[in-house]
């Protein structure tokens, strides 16, 4: 009455923004605020399996019944992993959105059989990249931008945001987080992201993170005694900037003997129950079970305040379980030759060895891999070469099988090309993919047609006969992200009678499989191929997917890149395909294939006579089983 209604609306007015915002902070809430958030860090040295333990882990708290995601962060300053060679870092693994990421992200997919984007692989580039756009366009309004508390604001913001992508095809916000950062604690390169995580556990709450050290326990063999004095440096270090190991995980070559993990849990801070002993496996699908037993689920959905025992929502343990044993107990064993030009590095082609693997496991085989530099296959090799030469060829004609996978460049080309023709010639099984499919179609040009100057013009630009040729979306300018990148479809054009690979993904009338390539076999030239033998059984409306070659046990080249879609449990059809050629097995499985169709295409109609006899009587069957009867009316 005193202030009246016109002094009393700015304050109605705040009273009301404050609901508004209450209800919108409840809401966000709901929609996943209270997902909780795992941070996987190394000591000591990298590459000591961060990844691997982060992608078990998940598949360990999957088989908890949680949606789970995860995010890579890499350090360096470039925005994606496009452009590394593969010497740096490994292959550059590709996801269903086009992006170019770290090949962990590999790990996590396989592990975890979720479908990862672009942003979960956060890259100290794509950060500052996004900064400083903000203040280009002036977004901070003129205050100084600064590593605290611009680039660690966005680090955060980053990965509550992507933390709540659905990757699973619930469609659903995954429950808990997995974030993996790149290098070792200490890198000057990382700092930026271990303070903004230390202010991150404090933002999202204590019962809602969680941080997991993965450190090497080097045994020298002058003393055969484990040294833990590198990880106590190592958590010391990381305490020293603010975040304290819930779990201390032991990376050793040996099983961590008791006296070295009482001392670890006595210098690092930690329980003797959150030291976790992961020594080296004969076997990666060991370590979710490894973990499993030493009870690192319960440890931490005690400490996030979560239960365990709802329905899984991937697959229980006994898979894995099933997975090693059937490791361990093949006996029969496969020989595949890998011909390529990064095999000094075997990280360079990981995706292709774990295909391999999962190909195997399902045919109940064991693996043996043999790489071979196809610089040294290649003719005019002499001096002090040649003996790598002859040894190329040896180890090439003692492999059962040859894959030729995808590069760049020209270095080696020629010694794949002799590589194929070895193949088509003795009747070898082969698989091309992606630049090795363009190196089939060059050969067969070559040494069929007789076109002797046949090349891609990625290698040649004025060969006579151009069987490979750049796309139209090539961008000569920047190379980052120019490929034709990401999932496609690609569709069957003949019935799965002339064609293997329509036979292996099951008679399905397309596919859908990841590329990663700027050059295409000619569409010009397809026709004068094809008169020949060589047939393009896949196609993406005028671009050659899938080609195969008529009487040979297995050739086969795609296009695309089907080892970054293949799962232990869902192994890629055309690596089966590649395996059960080598053991002889491919035809078999065929046969088995069509019987259980026939069977069960017998049981539908068994069922239907049923049905109908339930409605109609006796009578109504009479056109189903060939009795006489008015057809039309059955």
Not at 150 to 166: F, K, S, Y
Not at 472 to 501: A, I
Request: hydrophobic residues 35%; charged residues 25%.
């Amino acid at each position: 009455r005193v202030l009246g209604l016109t002094q009393l609306k700015p304050a109605i007015q705040i009273f009301a923004s404050i609901i508004r915002h209450n209800k919108s902070m409840a809401s966000s809430v709901d929609q996943g605020d209270n997902i909780k958030y795992i941070l996987v860090t190394g000591g000591v040295i990298s590459g000591i399996g961060k990844g691997i333990i982060s992608s078990s882990l998940g598949t360990l708290l999957k088989a908890c019944g949680y949606r789970v995601t995860s995010i890579k962060i890499d350090p360096y300053i470039n925005i994606d992993a496009g452009t590394f060679s593969p010497y740096e870092h490994g292959e550059v693994y590709v996801l269903d959105d086009g992006a170019e990421v770290d090949l962990d992200l590999g790990n996590y997919e396989r592990y975890l059989d979720v479908t990862l984007h672009r942003d979960n692989n956060i890259t100290t580039g794509k950060i500052y990249q996004q900064v400083i756009n903000k203040e280009r366009r002036g977004d901070f309004l003129g205050k100084t931008v600064q590593v605290v508390p611009h680039i660690t604001d966005a680090v955060q913001e980053w990965v509550q945001r992507v933390a709540r992508v659905p990757v699973d095809s619930s469609d659903q916000i995954p429950q808990i987080c997995i974030v993996e950062l790149g290098g070792v604690i200490g890198d000057i390169e990382s700092m930026p992201f271990v303070e903004a995580f230390r202010q991150f556990q404090f933002n999202v709450g204590v019962n809602r993170f969680a941080c997991i050290h993965v450190s090497l326990v080097p045994e020298p063999r002058t003393t055969g005694e484990q040294k833990t004095k590198p990880t106590q440096m190592s958590v010391r270090e990381l305490r020293a900037l603010g975040l304290s190991p819930h779990l201390l995980a032991c990376r050793c070559a040996t099983p961590l003997n008791q006296s070295a993990a009482d001392k670890l849990a006595m210098f690092c801070h930690v329980a003797p129950a959150q030291v976790i002993n992961v020594p080296d496996a004969n076997s990666l699908y060991k370590v979710p079970i490894m973990l499993k037993d030493q009870g690192v689920h319960h440890f931490l959905l005690r400490h996030f305040q979560l239960d365990c025992g709802g329905p899984p929502t991937h697959v229980s343990l006994d898979d894995w379980h099933e997975l090693a044993k059937r490791d361990a107990q093949a006996l029969d064993e496969v020989h595949i030759g890998i011909v390529g030009k990064y095999v000094k590095f075997p990280d360079a082609y990981t995706s292709i060895t774990k295909a391999l693997e999962h190909a195997c496991l399902d045919a109940n085989l064991t693996l043996r891999i043999e790489y071979i530099n196809s610089e040294d296959l290649e003719q005019g090799v002499g001096g002090e070469r040649r003996v790598a030469y002859h040894n190329a060829w040896q180890r090439l004609c003692s492999a059962q099988g040859i894959i030729v996978p995808g590069g760049f460049g020209d270095r080696g080309v020629e010694g794949k090309i002799n590589a194929i023709d070895w193949c088509r010639k003795m009747h070898r099984p082969f698989l091309g993919i992606c630049l090795g499919m363009q190196c089939a179609v060059i050969e067969f040009a070559r040494n069929v047609l007789g076109w002797r100057d046949a090349n891609s013009t990625e290698f040649s630009k004025d060969t006579q006969h151009p069987v490979v040729i750049d796309m139209p979306e090539f961008n000569p300018g920047d190379m980052g992200g120019t490929m034709r990148l990401g999932k496609r479809r690609t569709t069957f054009v003949v019935d799965q009678s002339v064609s293997t690979v329509r036979r292996l993904y099951k008679n399905a009338p397309y596919v859908e499989e990841r590329h990663r390539h700027r050059f295409e076999v000619n569409p010009k030239m397809v026709d004068e191929l094809e008169q020949q033998g060589l047939r393009f059984t896949g196609r993406d409306g005028e671009r050659m997917e899938i080609l195969e070659l008529a009487e040979h046990p297995y050739f086969v080249g795609v296009q695309f890149h089907p080892e970054y879609l293949s799962r232990p449990m869902r192994p890629s059809p055309v690596f089966t395909g590649l395996v059960l050629a080598v053991s002889g097995g491919l035809q078999k499985r065929h046969r088995m294939r069509l019987l259980s169709e026939q069977r069960s295409i017998d049981t539908e109609q068994v069922q239907l006579v049923d049905r109908l006899k339930a409605l109609d009587g006796p009578s109504s069957t009479s056109a189903i089983v060939g009795g006489e009867g008015d057809v039309d009316n059955q």
